[in-house]
């Protein structure tokens, strides 16, 4: 499935040993996110992973490493709400149910430590959240072809 995010935006994800950034491209807007002076990130490893878009074209990434997906303007680079979940490796996101207004965040079990395990047993799950006030955009399928 391709989100209706690559159809009017471009995103690249640059990951360096002390730092991250998010280029988003829409139209002939540029604007960069870095994650690594963004106060929210967690200490050590960490990686913007999985991403979709919302109805109102703000982006929402979620964040391997931080337990969370962030939501942010591309157009300004603000970073504008949070939502954690109970698993350190979120990897994916998207908008579903009948409005689209359901938040689905994926997340990872792989790589935990028993320790980790322990802590986090509800790592590897997929949380829904609802009552954001925010509705997703329709996905569409795409077909390719050699």
Known sequence: MVNSFLQSSYTTLLSLPRFQMAFFFSGDRRTVFDFATFSEMPEGFFVPDGMTIDAEDNIWVAVFGA???????????????????????????????????????????????????????????????????VKGTPMHSAYFSN
């Open 67 to 133: 337990g969370a997906v962030y939501n942010i303007n591309p157009h300004t680079g603000k970073h504008i709400r949070t939502v954690k979940v109970p698993s350190p490796n979120t990897t994916s996101v998207a908008f579903g149910g009948p409005n689209l207004d359901e938040l689905f965040i994926v997340s990872a079990r792989e790589y935990l430590t028993p320790e980790i395990r322990e802590k986090f047993p509800d790592a590897g799950y997929t949380f829904r959240v609802t009552g954001l006030d």
